[in-house]
Nanobody, 127 residues
Framework: QVQLVESGGELVQAGGSLRLSCAAS????????LGWFRQAPGKEREFVAT????????YYADSVKGRSTISRDNAKKMVYLQMNSLKPEDTAVYYC????????????????????WGQGTQVTVSS
């Protein structure tokens, strides 16, 4: 079983930056695909970014591409989301997620792709 704990969310002004962190415990972290999702009030959970096991393959939602960077540190069992040029529409609860290794290939951009979820961290961007 894997536990994921996000941190780093806060209130920030538009145009600012944040780095979200997600600490993992349990499981074999280096074997997991990792992802970030977000959910705004009244909206569906949406994909933000994903990174494969060795960090060599990254994929972003169009809404954050060019403004965000996902990264991981397998030694520390951490995954990060650096977000720049934040906009009010980035306001949401941000979740990290982990997918156990399987031979089934996936882009990792759907919530159902993932087996484990954190509790979320609130990001609020004021205009």
């Amino acid at each position: 079983q894997v536990q994921l704990v996000e941190s780093g969310g806060e209130l920030v002004q538009a145009g600012g930056s944040l780095r979200l962190s997600c600490a993992a415990s349990g499981g074999t972290f280096s074997s997991y695909r990792l992802g970030w999702f977000r959910q705004a009030p009244g909206k569906e959970r949406e994909f933000v970014a994903t990174i494969n096991r060795n960090g060599g393959n990254l994929y972003y939602a169009d809404s954050v591409k060019g403004r965000s960077t996902i990264s991981r540190d397998n030694a520390k069992k951490m995954v990060y989301l650096q977000m720049n040029s934040l906009k009010p529409e980035d306001t949401a609860v941000y979740y990290c997620a982990a997918r156990r290794f399987t031979t089934t290939r996936t882009m990792g951009n759907m919530p159902d792709d993932y087996d484990y979820w954190g509790q979320g961290t609130q990001v609020t961007v004021s205009s």
